[in-house]
């Protein structure tokens, strides 16, 4: 789960002032975790807390969201999520938006094959995003999380997401020069994937998605998640990244990790 997190951490100060290049500091004492680590580390909250039968994950993803993130009710929701977080009635709300997609990494550490991904992924995501788009980009995120920890290769993550989510049909640096900011899965996701396709470790899987810029800490948590599992996380940038998190969230991440080790690099 650390991938996720380090992701949004490097991707943070590029948000709104994006940076197309690949010659960043990848930790900058201008970094900060943002809304993206919190809720992903709610839904791993919920995922450690679910029966065996799943039966109540989606309402446990609610309570979990909605307890942990008011912690921080600064760190970047959007509007609409922000309303559902402080809501005494939280419904879901039709969104599309990559929110959706950059919580789910713990549930491709936690199911047992690539239906169950699917599955844990909905369960999780339809209490906000019920939007086919928004369940569309959670679930490919989540599907090549479970593909890339369980030793698929590159080129069998890709065929299974072309297959059955996004035709990544495009380069990053044919995208680079004009990518705009976009809070959509069907913007964010198919572009965190192609930083992951084009990717040779896990810091240049960082470094791809941070300099496509667009969304850049939601797009690097959504790629990083996937690459960690592929890759695994160099044990020094680990350490590093843990100094970014308060005691609530450090203990969240080794809590979740206890159960569902994340892969080391070296």
């Known amino acids: 789960m650390i991938g996720a997190v380090i992701g949004d951490i490097a991707g943070s100060r590029f948000e709104f002032d994006n940076y197309r290049a690949k010659d960043f500091e990848l930790m900058n004492r201008d970094c900060f975790f943002t809304d993206d680590t919190v809720m992903s580390l709610a839904i791993c909250r919920a995922l450690l807390k679910t029966k065996p039968d799943r039966s109540d994950l989606s309402q446990l993803a609610i309570s979990s ?23 005494d009635d939280p419904r879901p709300y039709n969104s599309f938006g ?12 936690v199911a047992e094959s690539i239906e169950d991904a699917r599955k844990l992924a909905v369960a999780v995501t339809e209490v906000t995003h019920n939007h086919p788009e928004g369940i569309k980009g959670a679930e490919a995120t989540a599907v090549a999380v479970y593909l890339a920890r369980t030793g698929a290769d590159m080129t069998t993550i890709r065929e299974h ?56 800490d939601t797009l690097a948590a959504i790629t990083c998640g996937i690459a ?14 843990e100094t970014f998190l308060d005691e609530r969230t450090l203990g969240l991440l080794r809590e979740f990790e206890a159960r569902y080790p994340g892969k080391q690099a070296d």
């Open 65 to 87: 969201m909605q307890e942990i993130g008011r912690h921080y009710p600064t760190c970047g929701y959007g509007e609409r999520f922000q309303r559902w977080m402080f809501s």
């Open 98 to 109: 990559n929110g959706s997609a950059m919580r789910v990494s713990g549930c491709g550490y």
């Open 161 to 216: 997401i072309e297959a059955n989510y996004y035709k990544i049909d495009f380069t990053l640096d044919e995208i680079r020069p004009t990518n705009a900011f976009n809070e959509t899965c069907q913007d964010t996701v198919p572009q965190a994937l192609a930083a992951f396709f084009e990717s040779t470790s896990f810091e240049d899987a960082v470094r791809n998605a941070v300099s496509v810029g667009g969304d850049s």
């Open 228 to 241: 960690e599992a592929y890759f695994g996380v160099p044990s020094a940038l680990r350490a590093e990244a």
